[in-house]
């Protein structure tokens, strides 16, 4: 059975702090999702990984994809209130016939 | 483009009652995947359609069903409803089938937040 963990499970910081969130797993992912959920909403596709190694910027949000497609982390720079939500991250199993692993995701609240 | 919208958005039944959820995908999407949310429990898996058929099944008991219809609009029920089954009720639809590739995105809709008293 694939898992991924997230972690931390929660965070709270205050704003202008920077953080880090992990998602890793012992599979081996074709890609690598990060999404965004909000309280009342669905989760929202932040960015997808594909490449070992790959580093994508969104913003003071900097996404990391694990040389060896295992793992994967979010870097947020100076966090800000609006950063405040859920964050989960989901990977693609190698075969394209099973659906995608979840993690549990990470609570962040950025304090004013 | 409009959105994925799940109705209804709010609702509270009684244990053994039954419920049915629709979920309208995005125009032109023919995938539709439904989710159970819990605090703690990340996204849960329940099945996905595609065109009609159903391609892919979780490990939920056969209380929870669905079906697509030729529009690729979707119904999730669940019958002889538990306390359990407590939980946010999310559709994400996508063009393609399956797993994740860079260009198959899931869009999800806010979900449909049910209460079992």
């Known amino acids: 059975t694939q898992l991924l963990e997230q972690s931390p499970q929660f965070l709270s910081i205050q704003e202008g702090e920077n953080l880090t969130v992990y998602c890793n797993s012992s599979?081996?992912?074709?890609?690598l999702q990060w999404y965004r959920q909000e309280p009342g909403e669905g989760p929202v596709l932040l960015v997808t990984?594909?490449?070992g190694g790959e580093v994508k910027k969104l913003k003071r949000l900097t996404f990391q994809f694990g040389d060896a497609r295992k793992d994967s982390s979010l870097h947020i720079t100076a966090a800000q209130p609006g950063d405040t939500g859920l964050y989960l991250c989901?990977?693609?199993?190698?075969?394209?016939?099973?659906?995608?692993?979840w993690g549990a995701g990470t609570k962040l609240i950025i304090k004013p | 483009k409009a959105g994925v919208t799940q109705t209804p958005r709010y609702l509270i039944k009684t244990r053994g009652q039954q419920v049915t959820l629709s979920c309208s995908p995005i125009?032109?999407?023919?995938?539709v995947s439904w989710y159970q949310q819990t605090p703690g429990q990340g996204l849960q898996f329940l099945f996905e359609?595609?065109?009609?058929?159903?391609?892919n099944k979780g490990n939920f008991p056969g209380r929870f069903s669905g079906r697509q219809f030729s529009n690729s609009r979707s119904e999730m029920n669940v019958s002889t409803l538990e306390l359990g089954d407590s939980a946010l009720y999310l559709c994400?639809?996508?063009?393609?089938?399956?797993?994740?590739?860079?260009?198959?995105?899931?869009?999800f809709g806010a979900g449909s937040r049910l209460t079992v008293l």
């Open positions: 994400a639809s996508s063009l393609a089938s399956g797993s994740i590739s860079g260009a198959n995105v899931l869009t």
């Open positions: 125009s032109g999407h023919r995938s």
């Open positions: 359609y595609f065109s009609e058929t159903q391609r």
């Open positions: 599979s081996v992912f074709s890609s």
């Open positions: 990984v594909v490449t």
């Open positions: 989901a990977g693609g199993p190698m075969d394209s016939n099973y659906q995608l692993i």
